[in-house]
């Protein structure tokens, strides 16, 4: 089981082959010199490959005509992942707006895949407008706070993105357990792994100080976007 998830086609193009192995290199430094030795400057130098090598993975791979979004999908992450790591309150804040607009879109495909809107024709058709609007409401809400010095909550973004982020959680399960598709159960393996990771983090963080936590949480997010690269192509099925 462990090998078929890990397993690379053979035949894909070589290109594709290394920028995974770059991925895992990458990912794996990252995590050490960050999590573990703690050491920021060497950290830097890693994270900012992460995303792109597998970003370009995706681009040699697919065959589907209709890519833009998952690659907007890969530059929202990577802007995200980079600005969350810099020491500025508003930077943090901004960078969870990013991750809420990713989950946003990963949750467009999980309601897609589900079906559950298939026997009501207008809510099929017009669900994507509706998660564009949410999201566009939210930046503008940010933008306006910014420029006009409305109070900014923190906590209604933070909360928005737990109950975005529990919905694709619990439509991921919905669609493994009925489904069984290769994608849906690689779309749960990337869930699970973001939602395990940051758990230890939180445990070792505000509970139960212990390196264990930290190993554990570091070995669990290796493959996340290994995994959500896999979701993206097998849901175009190549």
């Not at 065959?63 to 833009?68: H, R």
């Not at 969350?84 to 467009?108: P, R």
Request: hydrophobic share 55%; net charge positive.
């Amino acid at each position: 089981m462990v090998k078929q998830l890990f397993k690379i086609d053979k035949n894909i193009d070589s290109r594709a082959s290394v920028a995974l192995y770059v991925y895992f290199i990458s990912h794996i430094c990252y995590l050490f010199f960050y999590r573990v030795y703690e050491d920021m400057d060497i950290a830097f130098i890693f994270k900012p490959i992460i995303v792109p090598s597998i970003a370009f993975a995706y681009f040699f791979i697919t065959k589907s005509l209709k890519i833009y979004l998952n690659l907007s999908l890969f530059l929202v992450i990577f802007f995200a992942d980079n600005l969350i790591l810099l020491e500025d309150q508003e930077l943090k804040v901004f960078s969870t707006y990013l991750y809420l607009i990713a989950v946003g879109i990963l949750f467009n495909y999980v309601v897609t895949d589900s079906q559950l809107f298939r026997k009501n024709q207008f809510l099929k058709d017009n669900f994507k407008y509706f998660i564009i609007s949410y999201l566009v409401l939210v930046i503008l809400y940010k933008v306006a706070s910014m420029s006009f010095n409305y109070e900014f909550k923190e906590f209604f973004v933070v909360i928005g993105y737990i109950i975005m982020f529990l919905m694709v959680l619990i439509l991921s399960i919905y669609n493994a357990l009925r489904f069984k598709s290769i994608a849906s159960r690689f779309l749960l393996l990337t869930i699970l792994c973001l939602f395990f990771s940051d758990m230890f983090i939180v445990l070792n963080k505000y509970y139960f100080k212990n390196d264990i936590f930290i190993y554990i949480s570091c070995i669990i997010e290796i493959p996340v976007y290994y995994f959500l690269l896999k979701y993206l192509l097998y849901r175009e099925k190549y």
